[in-house]
């Protein structure tokens, strides 16, 4: 995946600072809500601009809502961070640098998410609109002097009709027809452009309009140029990163790699920064899958409770985590928020093969065949496909639960798969 050098040059509207509590301007330079949080205003930077040179106005805001966000062309249905109670707000241009959401009922959370969600709230107007059909009755024609089939298509190949800032570009996914092209990119605001886009890396350069410097007076970014590198093997990762084969890298280190990583410092010329975090990886289960005798097993509370206490986090920590990790149920906050009740951090994390054993018998999941392995109440086979990456959790705890389930008769599969090819099943309902 393209996360860890997303993570340093991506831009929405505002972020949040250092704190991760207060959100200050990024794109925008200032807001305001009116009283009762229906009406978010953005004032933009007079003079700001694309990496192609061409102007950011609020245009380009009321484009990417209106003509990408909720056009049925674009995405098969719109997204729920668009819609407010599953209803759609209205963008409005007041001046170039002044654009406003009115939204059908209040949604304070709004602001939030243009501070740290990857969903761009602007896309370049200048440099898509015109293969847009319902901007230009001539879109089409113009696609297919470029050699596509119409303007829709030129739209996903720079767009990707995707929320993901990072999907491939022209010259990955349309190598044969990029010459044909505006350009190879799409335009942007973050920090830097890609100029090369293949299946085993990009090679990135400075973006020369970019809005940000240093408390110096120095644009940033201080990086002129960076290579990109896909390895998905984690074994090579770590020792590309022993050898002194990168600058750098953070997602997709998992802890088990450390003490390597620590030992080889000085052969390799790095530094090892370790920093607490909170663990957001989880385990869950896909209560809408297409197998409905599945489905069924995986919605009900006590099969999940089952699989909850089968696991035996104390091994987990003490064999991934060296003892340093604090065993509790998923909760993306640390400290806990004053909001959610103590009671759920420790909800069915005890080890109690017993109990799981007992909940599982209750719904029916018995081993009618005596092969230690337990079925579905209707008596087919049930195997629980374990698919992860490492950017979200070492495979060792994937191994370890996996092997505890099968001490409780559930039987399972563990297989490492690239991110890119985890949202994939994810998007499309094949994931367990």
């Known amino acids: ?6 993570s340093v040059r991506h831009v929405n509207l505002v972020r949040f ?54 056009s049925p062309m674009i995405m098969e249905k719109p997204k729920d961070y668009v ?22 009922a209040p949604k304070p959370g709004l602001l939030a998410h243009f501070a740290f969600s990857f969903a761009q709230g602007f896309q370049p107007k200048h440099f898509l609109a015109p293969y847009h059909p319902e901007l230009n009755a001539d879109a089409d024609k113009l696609a297919q002097q470029a050699g596509f089939e119409n303007g829709l298509a030129v739209i996903k190949a720079y767009f990707g009709n995707s929320d993901w800032t990072d999907t491939p570009s022209p010259l990955l996914n349309s190598p044969d027809k990029v010459a044909n092209l ?26 020369p309009y970019f809005h940000i410097v240093d408390t110096q007076g120095n644009q940033l970014p201080y990086i002129n140029e960076q290579d990109e590198v896909y390895i998905n093997d984690n074994e090579i990762r770590i020792l590309k990163l022993v050898n002194a084969e990168a600058d750098y890298k953070a997602q997709s280190l998992q802890l088990p790699s450390a003490p390597l990583l620590l030992e080889n410092q000085e052969k390799g010329d790095y530094t090892v920064d370790l920093r607490p975090e909170i663990t957001l990886p989880n385990i869950s289960f896909n209560v809408t899958h297409p197998d409905l005798d599945i489905r069924q097993v ?29 065993p509790k149920q998923y909760i993306g906050f640390s400290p806990t928020p004053a909001f959610v009740d103590k009671k759920w951090e420790s909800y069915m994390i005890q080890y109690d093969p017993t109990l799981a054993n007992s909940l599982l018998d209750e719904i029916g999941m018995a081993d009618t065949d005596g092969d230690g392995i337990r079925e579905l109440p209707n008596g087919n086979k049930l195997v629980v496909n374990m698919q992860y990456s490492t950017q979200g959790m070492p495979g060792q705890v994937v191994e370890l639960v996996g092997q505890h389930w099968a001490e409780v008769g559930i039987k399972t599969t563990v297989k490492e798969v690239t991110p890119d090819e985890y949202r994939s099943a994810q998007s499309s309902n094949q994931l367990d």
């Open 298 to 326: 995986f919605g009900d509370l006590r099969f999940r409770q089952a699989m909850s206490v089968a696991i035996n986090r104390d091994e987990i920590n003490e064999v991934a985590f060296f003892g340093l990790g604090k």
């Open 17 to 70: 600072s250092d704190d991760l509590q207060t959100i200050v301007p990024n794109i925008a330079k200032d807001w305001e809500w009116n009283s009762d949080y229906t009406q978010l205003t953005f004032y933009l930077r007079k003079g700001h601009k694309w990496s192609d040179g061409a102007p950011f106005t609020a245009e380009d805001v009321k484009f990417w809502y209106d003509h990408l966000a909720l």
């Open 1 to 6: 995946g393209t996360s860890d050098f997303l």
């Open 83 to 104: 819609l407010v109670g599953g209803e759609p707000m209205t963008v409005e241009v007041v001046d170039p640098q002044t654009v406003v959401f009115n939204l059908p």
């Open 182 to 207: 505006p350009a190879d990119v799409i335009p942007t605001l973050e920090s830097h452009i890609y100029i090369t886009d293949t299946t085993e890396g990009r090679h990135l350069v400075a973006n």
